[in-house]
């Protein structure tokens, strides 16, 4: 691997080999989702407990302070909206040169394996692998279900995350389940990490998926609603951090949480 994908990537996963990449890229789709109306302001107080943020260009560069330091990870698939005809119909939307020019640590873009535009998004995947490679720039490949959410069982994860990483993407984000997780993530030769779906009933759920997740295999999350949609959202990130980068249980997460959100941490 030539010292500019590893210098990347080294930015985007830590020395541990765990990583906490932050999203507020929805709008993209879904327009000013709640709590994502002001992106920026929904990030700076989040921004030191995520290892990389994903978003599109046009919130990095209309919301983000370009002084910032912290990895990008720039989505550059889109085309399609929640009330367009079918969410899977998606396109690269972002050139490799403005890849370069906003220095994205890593380039990510949707496949929707099983639909009607299968073979479109997996190509789109092959070409985006092709251009970044060129200059050393990872791709995450994020393993999209569009509004069928029932599709996240392992065997369709695994068959996903397996393509993903067969097209060459160097990282893949999918969703958890509870049954076979740790199949997905054998089958998978590239580190997987963990999207959150909706927002769960509880924080605790969030925690105990995480946990689970990251025991039986995932290196991390790419995790935004669950995050930033709570009531509390930086003792959310700042609990699911010390999931992932200090080892503590679910429950232990929990109680973190609960310290952060009293007011006493
Ligand atoms: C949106 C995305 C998100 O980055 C991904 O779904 C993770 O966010 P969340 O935890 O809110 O599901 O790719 O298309």
Redesign the pocket.
Known sequence: MDWGMKNRLSRLIQPDGKALFL?I??GY?QGPTTKLEKPGETLKPLLPYADAV?LTRGVLRNCVDPTVNKPIIL?VSGGTSMVGEDLANEAITTSIEEIIRLNASAASM?IFVGSKYEHQTLTNLAKLVDACENYGIPVMA?T?VGKELEKRTARYLALCCRIAAELGARVV?TYYCEEGFEKVVDGCPVPVVI???PKTETQQEVFDFVYDGMQKGAIGV?????IWQTEHPVAAIRAIRAIIHENYTAKEANDLYEQIKAGKL
């Open positions: 999203p890229d929805h789709f994903m989505r949707s994020v999209a984000k999207a959150g779906g790419n995790l935004g609603r669950n």
